[in-house]
Protein backbone atom coordinates (compact mmCIF):
# COMPACT_ATOMS: atom_id res chain seq x y z
CA UNK A 1 0.00 0.00 0.00
CA UNK A 2 1.87 3.80 -1.15
CA UNK A 3 1.58 6.18 1.64
CA UNK A 4 0.90 9.67 0.65
CA UNK A 5 1.06 13.01 2.22
CA UNK A 6 -1.20 15.63 2.21
CA UNK A 7 1.75 18.51 1.92
CA UNK A 8 2.09 16.95 -1.36
CA UNK A 9 -0.76 15.60 -3.87
CA UNK A 10 0.40 13.33 -6.35
CA UNK A 11 3.47 11.93 -4.38
CA UNK A 12 3.54 8.44 -3.16
CA UNK A 13 6.09 6.14 -1.51
CA UNK A 14 6.13 2.27 -1.41
CA UNK A 15 7.99 0.34 1.14
CA UNK A 16 10.31 0.88 3.93
CA UNK A 17 13.54 1.58 2.87
CA UNK A 18 15.77 2.10 6.02
CA UNK A 19 18.79 4.23 6.48
CA UNK A 20 19.93 5.30 3.43
CA UNK A 21 20.83 8.68 4.42
CA UNK A 22 23.37 8.91 7.27
CA UNK A 23 24.87 12.12 8.80
CA UNK A 24 28.75 11.91 10.15
CA UNK A 25 28.51 13.90 13.13
CA UNK A 26 32.11 14.47 13.52
CA UNK A 27 32.01 15.77 10.56
CA UNK A 28 28.63 17.93 10.89
CA UNK A 29 29.63 22.18 11.74
CA UNK A 30 25.38 22.26 11.95
CA UNK A 31 25.76 24.83 9.14
CA UNK A 32 22.08 23.91 7.96
CA UNK A 33 22.17 24.01 4.63
CA UNK A 34 21.06 20.39 4.48
CA UNK A 35 17.81 21.83 6.17
CA UNK A 36 17.25 24.17 3.87
CA UNK A 37 17.15 22.66 0.69
CA UNK A 38 15.34 19.56 2.06
CA UNK A 39 11.47 19.32 0.30
CA UNK A 40 11.19 16.22 2.62
CA UNK A 41 12.03 17.93 6.06
CA UNK A 42 13.69 15.10 6.77
CA UNK A 43 16.22 17.20 9.31
CA UNK A 44 16.06 18.69 12.08
CA UNK A 45 18.72 20.49 13.91
CA UNK A 46 19.73 18.80 17.31
CA UNK A 47 22.50 20.31 19.84
CA UNK A 48 24.00 22.82 16.81
CA UNK A 49 24.38 19.77 14.67
CA UNK A 50 22.29 18.26 11.73
CA UNK A 51 19.99 15.13 12.50
CA UNK A 52 17.63 12.93 10.67
CA UNK A 53 13.99 13.23 11.68
CA UNK A 54 12.31 10.91 9.21
CA UNK A 55 13.45 9.71 5.77
CA UNK A 56 9.61 8.92 5.51
CA UNK A 57 9.07 11.70 2.79
CA UNK A 58 12.36 11.82 1.40
CA UNK A 59 12.11 12.33 -2.54
CA UNK A 60 15.86 11.18 -3.72
CA UNK A 61 16.65 13.89 -4.71
CA UNK A 62 20.18 13.95 -2.98
CA UNK A 63 20.12 17.83 -2.55
CA UNK A 64 21.08 17.14 1.12
CA UNK A 65 24.38 15.04 0.16
CA UNK A 66 25.00 17.90 -2.34
CA UNK A 67 24.93 21.11 -0.42
CA UNK A 68 26.69 19.38 2.26
CA UNK A 69 30.30 21.18 2.16
CA UNK A 70 31.86 19.08 4.63
CA UNK A 71 30.79 15.51 3.23
CA UNK A 72 28.83 14.56 6.61
CA UNK A 73 26.10 13.03 4.52
CA UNK A 74 26.32 9.69 3.20
CA UNK A 75 23.81 8.76 0.32
CA UNK A 76 23.03 5.76 -1.70
CA UNK A 77 20.03 5.25 -3.62
CA UNK A 78 18.17 1.76 -2.06
CA UNK A 79 17.82 -0.78 -3.79
CA UNK A 80 14.70 -0.40 -5.85
CA UNK A 81 14.65 3.38 -4.62
CA UNK A 82 12.08 4.59 -1.75
CA UNK A 83 9.26 3.78 -3.96
CA UNK A 84 9.06 7.62 -4.49
CA UNK A 85 6.87 8.49 -7.51
CA UNK A 86 4.71 11.57 -8.50
CA UNK A 87 2.41 12.50 -11.06
CA UNK A 88 4.49 14.96 -13.04
CA UNK A 89 7.16 12.42 -13.52
S1 LIG B 1 24.86 20.44 5.39
FE1 LIG B 1 26.35 18.99 6.33
S2 LIG B 1 27.54 20.25 7.77
FE2 LIG B 1 25.71 21.43 7.25
S3 LIG B 1 24.22 20.93 8.89
FE3 LIG B 1 23.86 19.49 7.16
S4 LIG B 1 25.09 17.64 7.65
FE4 LIG B 1 25.85 19.35 8.94
S1 LIG C 1 17.49 13.32 -0.76
FE1 LIG C 1 16.33 15.27 -0.95
S2 LIG C 1 14.35 14.88 0.05
FE2 LIG C 1 15.78 13.23 0.68
S3 LIG C 1 16.68 13.90 2.62
FE3 LIG C 1 18.06 14.61 0.98
S4 LIG C 1 17.36 16.71 0.45
FE4 LIG C 1 15.72 15.70 1.63
Given at each position: MARTSDRYPGV??????????????????????????????????????????????CMECASCWYVCGEEAISFRWPPGGTGYRSDWG
Open positions: EWIGDTGAFITIDENRCTGCGNCIKVCLGRCFEMEKKLARIKSLAE
